[in-house]
């Protein structure tokens, strides 16, 4: 199963240490006195240290529920007896609890309203995303978020495209000093990068593109982020599945060089950075004497590859999932991205 919760004036539920002095709301002067103050007894709302405060509290409360925080996310808790599983996943007062047992569910929902006012949350919906639980798996959609951003850019009528840009037509505009309103681009920029960090990845190389011109953005860049909007609108209804038959971490990963205009990189860290050349050097088969400053630390690979522990195999670039996150692709190629990263409709 698969709920949501709130917490109502979470803040309040946390003791404040510091001793901090407030002034009295104008309605409130009669009632206290001319010339004195208020002393805080808990985390109001405004104070720099209210948000730690409520996390504390909450940290606290729930490792007494008996849930253990990860050590990989410290908003994510789980409790387990070996078959049935609790787990939680917390973002300031909005909870996302995941159970495979309602007796264990249940046993928590009384427990934290003991201490907690909470409030269930009947739609699927959790921080701006729909989340809904399948036989086979869980699915992630911003389809709403989508629709809302079509109307606020009065694009909820256009004609959709099919990719969220064409490889080359960032160069195609030639560059002018026609400047945009700063944030108006920043705030649509922003917007998309809301929806490519979390269930649309498909986005995510045309956005940080357009990202790189956020202090001064000209027209051209307005219209290309206009573009993304436009293929958003054909592909609302999208959703990340993640397969519940899938037990372990598969990692695709794809590198450029200096393929922005002044060499810069934009599309984020690199997990794995692998060529034909670097399997060659890892395997032996390739040598040079420029090699050598090398450390030897660089060598633990290729025990992993001597030991079986590792296998290191050439991918060709059209089959390469990773490569629509360096690069403008074709639609044959972003449709088959895709559907191996199961975005599906």
Known sequence: MVRFFDVKTANLYSDIEETVYMLPPPSFERLVGDGKVCKLKRSIYGLPQSGRNWYMKIKSELEKFGL???????????????????????????????????????????????????????????????????????????????????????????????????????????????????????????????????????????????????????????????????YLMGTKDKKLFYDNNFGYVKVNSDASWGNAENGKSFSGGVILLDSQAAIQWIKGTRSSNKSRHMNLRFHFVKDLLEDNVIELKYIQTELLIADFLTKAVNEEKLNYTVKNISLTS
């Open 68 to 230: 253990t925080q990860l050590a990989s996310d410290n908003c994510v808790f789980i409790k387990s007896d070996g078959q049935n599983m609790l787990l939680l996943c917390m973002h300031v007062d909005d909870l996302a609890i995941f159970c495979n047992n309602d007796e264990m569910y249940q046993d928590f929902v009384n427990n934290i309203k003991s201490v907690f006012e909470v409030h269930e949350n009947k739609t699927s919906k959790f921080l701006g995303m729909e989340i809904v639980k399948h036989k086979n798996g869980i699915s992630l959609s911003q389809s709403e978020y989508i629709e809302s951003l079509l109307v606020k850019y009065n694009l909820n009528e256009c004609k959709s495209v099919k990719t969220p840009i064409v490889k080359g037509e960032d160069k195609s505009f030639p560059p002018t000093n026609e400047l945009i309103d700063i944030t108006m681009y920043q705030e649509l920029i922003g917007e998309l990068l809301y929806l490519a960090n979390r269930t649309r990845p498909d986005i995510s190389f045309v956005t940080c593109y357009l990202s790189q011109f956020n202090h001064k953005p000209e027209k051209r860049h307005y219209i290309l982020a206009k573009r993304v909007l436009r």
